[in-house]
């Protein structure tokens, strides 16, 4: 009787260990399956970009002179969204001001916003502070008194009234003299050395802005939330609608500006064009773009 009850308990043993390198095998050939699937997915989104990047290289090509393709409202298409983010997420409430950002809710702890330019509207800033644990940094060197205290608290511990420029020191803004600084100094003197967001509205100054951070070497940041501005005169034409300069001045800009940052990892994924900014023979004039970097 105890040789039989010794063999079912050296059985039942036996049946466990069995059962539990089952279990780590299992385990490893899904993670190892996982890893194949996600590794090939990810390659495959790689392959699919780098071919629409190509084919949208040579339509820049193509359109290099054509004269609807160096103004408003036209040449918009010519950068599209090209990139997916699969949590895409509005930030603030409603009209102007509205912004799009990629991953809001998997934010890393201790995340860091900058947003240059506000006219006294922080709904997004206040936004992010309510949805994330971010810290939020807004610099504005225009805001008048008035606009200032529009400001809500929360946002407004953290309000700096310098502006970003392409170096160092005083701009004549509005017919101001107001205190501007790169991106490089600000960060320095705030003691960060990564950029979660970077929002920007500085009416016209990001093409020099951006080429400045770049000659400069882009710092650590992971999105960009940038209006572009075509003001009249980058854009010119004569009485009878055709163009003072082809290429115009604006193509080019926006062709560098698209250089700039995909040279240093950014990738589109959303585009809205504001349809508020218009003048006569120029339609929509202004457009937001987000960019996520992306490592590869």
Known sequence: MSSLLG??????????????????????????FSSYVLSNTGAERERVYQDAIRSRNLRLVETQNISVFQKTPEIWFLYEPLWACPDIELVGTFHDGVKWVCGLRRMRKGCIVYSFGSNGDDQFESDILKKTSCEVFIFDPTLSPEQEKMLSPNVHKKFRG??????????????????????????????????DILKVDIEGAEFDVFEEIYSSGFPDVDQILVEVHAFTHLQQLNEDGSLVQNPSEFRLRLDRF???????????????????????????????????RVST
Request: glycine share 8%; hydrophobic share 45%; charged share 25%.
């Open 7 to 32: 063999k079912a308990v050296k059985s039942e043993g036996l049946k466990r260990v069995f059962r539990i390198l089952s279990f780590f095998l299992n385990l490893s050939a899904l993670i190892y």
């Open 162 to 195: 310098i502006g970003l420029a392409k170096y160092d020191g005083m701009m004549e803004i509005g017919g101001i003299d107001r205190e501007v600084r790169t991106l490089r100094k600000i960060m320095t003197g705030l003691k960060h050395e990564r950029i």
């Open 258 to 292: 698209f250089e700039v940052l995909e040279t240093a990892g950014f990738r589109l994924f959303h585009k809205e064009i504001n349809v508020l900014w218009s003048h006569p023979m120029y339609l929509n004039m202004g457009v937001e773009y987000a960019f996520i």
